[in-house]
């Protein structure tokens, strides 16, 4: 059946540009419409249109980027007019296409779908590389006055071990935000208490995995800030707590986010500038609601997505219930592949299948 699907996603990528017809889809595989429809869900958490919805609205991105006019890219994917593209581009990524055209933030990835796919079928680019252009278009940001804080560990010592940021400093940041509670104030005791309790763990033991780390962060001055986090939901929520914890210290040097999808290490670097992140943090993190202020598009459809996931029928918690027959272990791998804007890893998933089942 996953051969299936996949004959199927092939089927829909060549329609992306044009006018889509479920039945002329269903008709091509040999099934109803309906069957098509129910083993794509099955499959892959989304409904046959909302993935072609995504995918359309990602692949005009790099239209908007080559400055072609908008409402020949609204025609090319299939929409009847500008103002129906500019909607459903807004309601994606927070912003129309002109101010993105403008701007040319960083978006969260969607890319075509493979199941089950091989692990080689997607090579990492040579993060050497990749970090050689950065330092040909910003130098200063290799030198001694420079924090870079990594999402998580094992980015933390490929970086420091290679010096990949030459003299600069380096720090990880082992949390992951977007599960259980958390307090207004961060990284004093009361946050502490309150994230070890929800992780299961001793307050001692959390403050030598997470609080330890970063105390680069605390305890020295620096003129720039390089914050490193991918573009899934996972990764943005920490970055949202780190940018909020700058403002809330006052922090009054220059701030960088280097954004980049984990399967294929682009960097997207652009400037952050503070002023509203510790009320985002409090609405999203601490009350779960959605905040009136404008972020980047890639935050942006991060927070949804979280808030989605508090929901008791978020979209993976309907995929496992969907596939409660399949194996612990091999459920576990179709939802990293699923899900890849989510983020979540191994323990995060297991909660979830252990709740549902």
Request: charged share 25%.
């Amino acid at each position: 059946m996953n051969e299936c699907i996949q004959q199927l996603i092939y089927w829909i990528e060549d329609k992306l540009h044009g006018e889509f017809s479920l039945e002329e889809l269903a008709n091509n595989m040999g099934y109803s419409p309906y069957y098509c429809s129910f083993k794509f869900h099955q499959a892959t958490g989304l409904s046959i249109r909302r993935y072609i919805l995504l995918r359309r609205l990602y692949l005009s991105t790099e239209d908007l980027v080559n400055n072609r006019k908008i409402i020949d890219i609204a025609f090319d994917y299939g929409y009847s007019s500008q103002e129906a593209y500019s909607r459903a581009f807004k309601d994606v990524f927070g912003m129309n296409p002109k101010e993105f055209q403008l701007h040319q933030l960083p978006v969260q990835s969607f890319t075509k779908l493979t199941i089950r796919q091989g692990k080689d079928e997607y090579k990492m680019n040579n993060r050497e590389t990749e970090v050689v252009q950065l330092q040909n278009r910003k130098s200063e940001l290799f030198d001694r006055d420079v924090l870079n804080i990594l999402n998580g560990q094992m980015m933390y010592e490929d970086f420091n071990s290679k010096r990949l940021m030459g003299d600069s400093d380096y720090a990880p940041f082992n949390e992951a935000m977007c599960v259980h509670a958390t307090t207004t104030s961060i990284f004093d005791s009361t946050f502490m208490q309150t994230r070890a309790l929800g992780h299961n763990v001793s307050v001692d033991s959390y403050s030598n995995t997470v609080i330890k780390p970063l105390s680069k962060l605390f305890n020295k001055k620096y003129n720039y800030i390089v914050l490193w986090f991918g573009k899934d939901m996972f990764c943005q929520m920490n970055l949202l707590t780190i940018l909020a914890y700058l403002e809330k210290s006052n922090y009054v040097g220059k701030i960088f986010l280097n954004s980049f999808r984990e399967d294929e290490f682009k960097v997207n670097q652009v400037e952050m500038m503070l002023g509203f992140y510790d009320s985002v943090y409090e609405d999203v993190l601490v009350n779960q609601v959605m905040p009136s202020q404008k972020l980047i598009p890639v935050m942006y459809q991060a927070v949804k997505l979280f808030l989605e996931m508090q929901t008791e029928h978020n979209v993976v918690t309907q995929y496992i219930s969907k596939n409660k027959q399949v194996p612990q272990s091999e459920l576990m791998k179709r939802l990293l592949e699923v899900f890849p804007m989510i983020g979540y890893g191994d323990t995060q998933y297991i909660e979830l299948i252990k709740k549902v089942k």
